[in-house]
């Protein structure tokens, strides 16, 4: 359905102004020992999630868009993705205080020390770490699946398990 997507929309599914429909770049970023998750708390969503959101001009590809966002989200400047490789696909329409219909989400992952620095952006509410096992009750309903999948390829990349 992405490629079809993809094929369909053309350039014009990367950028917010190409439609009620586009690509955004997310970042899910673990502690080293991949045993905890930094989330965000979203303005308008009103949920717990990574970091993210739209492709920006200057961004040369989606992977830097979600590693531009993850920084500007946390407030950690030196966050670097684990890999260009994506670990994440997810379609989700959008409600209430969204000017779009859907976005087609394109996840990556990174790894940050938890005493790293952290600071809130416009868009949230809230930084804030969470071990694994215990997620707030706020995030998207498909949320726990998705994290656990990324977590898994996360940690097949590093080695660590």
Same mark, same amino acid.
């Given at each position: 359905?992405?490629?079809? &997507?993809?094929?369909?929309?053309? !350039?014009?599914?990367?950028? =917010?102004?190409?439609?009620?429909?586009?690509?955004?770049?997310?970042?899910?970023? &673990?502690?080293?020992? &991949?045993?905890?998750?930094?989330?965000? /708390?979203?303005?308008?969503?009103? /949920?717990? @999630?990574? /970091?993210?959101?739209?492709?920006?001009?200057? !961004?040369?590809?989606?992977?830097?868009?979600?590693? +531009? #966002?993850? $920084? *500007? #989200?946390?407030?950690? %400047?030196?966050?670097?993705?684990?890999?260009?490789?994506?670990? !994440?696909?997810?379609?989700?329409?959008?409600?209430?205080? /969204?000017?779009?219909?859907?976005?087609?989400?394109?996840?990556?992952?990174?790894?940050?020390?938890?005493?790293? @620095?952290?600071?809130?952006?416009? *868009?949230?509410?809230?930084? $804030?770490?969470?071990?694994?096992?215990?997620?707030? %009750?706020?995030?998207?309903?498909? &949320? +726990?699946? =998705?994290?656990?999948?990324? +977590? =898994?390829?996360?940690?097949?990349?590093? !080695?660590?398990?």
């Amino acid at each position: 359905m992405y490629l079809r &997507f993809l094929e369909t929309a053309g !350039d014009a599914a990367l950028y =917010r102004n190409g439609g009620p429909e586009h690509v955004t770049g997310s970042c899910f970023v &673990f502690s080293p020992g &991949f045993d905890r998750v930094l989330l965000c /708390f979203h303005r308008k969503g009103q /949920f717990w @999630v990574q /970091f993210g959101g739209h492709v920006e001009p200057a !961004d040369a590809s989606v992977a830097e868009a979600a590693q +531009r #966002e993850a $920084r *500007e #989200e946390s407030g950690i %400047a030196d966050l670097v993705l684990l890999s260009p490789a994506i670990m !994440d696909l997810d379609r989700h329409d959008l409600h209430g205080g /969204f000017s779009c219909a859907a976005h087609w989400d394109v996840g990556f992952a990174a790894v940050a020390a938890p005493s790293a @620095v952290t600071s809130v952006s416009d *868009e949230s509410e809230d930084v $804030r770490w969470f071990p694994i096992n215990e997620l707030p %009750a706020q995030v998207p309903p498909s &949320f +726990r699946t =998705r994290l656990d999948n990324v +977590r =898994r390829m996360a940690m097949l990349l590093t !080695d660590t398990h």
